[in-house]
């Protein structure tokens, strides 16, 4: 049987990713496993041009911080808290390169990530951030599509 003894689920508390998370904390769930809970406050790019203008980045950031804070608590039903040890991240950089320094610091064996499943202009514009994460990641990935079918098991 494959190990799966930490499991790492990126989040950016979207309807997406909350329903990646009922993989994430099924997997951790039946496998005992210890379940890191990361969010990535993305980098601000303010504009250049603006030396003038006053821009309260820091404050913009504190308020970033403190509001993920609130909604990373609120994630994991109590029910799953009582059988799997969680750990929230909450750090500040690029989304894909953070979670895959993230992987590689805490030795993650799964990342569960969820896909928005964009194609066409949007996704060459955006990118994909589980896309990036499936091509570098030093550890199995699964990403999950919404809304899509769910895992039943009989």
Known sequence: MIKIEKILFPTDFSACSKHALKYALDIASERG??????HVIPKLNVPVGTGGLTFPVSKLYDDMEREAKKN???????????KIKVENI??????FQEIIKAAKKYDIDLITIAT??????????????????????????????????EFVQP
């Open 90 to 95: 909450i750090i500040r950089g690029t989304p």
């Open 116 to 149: 928005h499943g964009r194609t066409g202009l949007s996704h060459a514009l955006l990118g994909s951030t589980a896309e990036k994460v499936v091509r570098t990641a030093p550890c199995p990935v699964l990403c999950v599509k919404y809304p899509e079918r």
């Open 72 to 82: 990373i608590y609120r994630l994991v039903p109590k029910r799953f808290l009582e």
């Open 33 to 38: 496993a210890k379940l890191y809970i990361l």
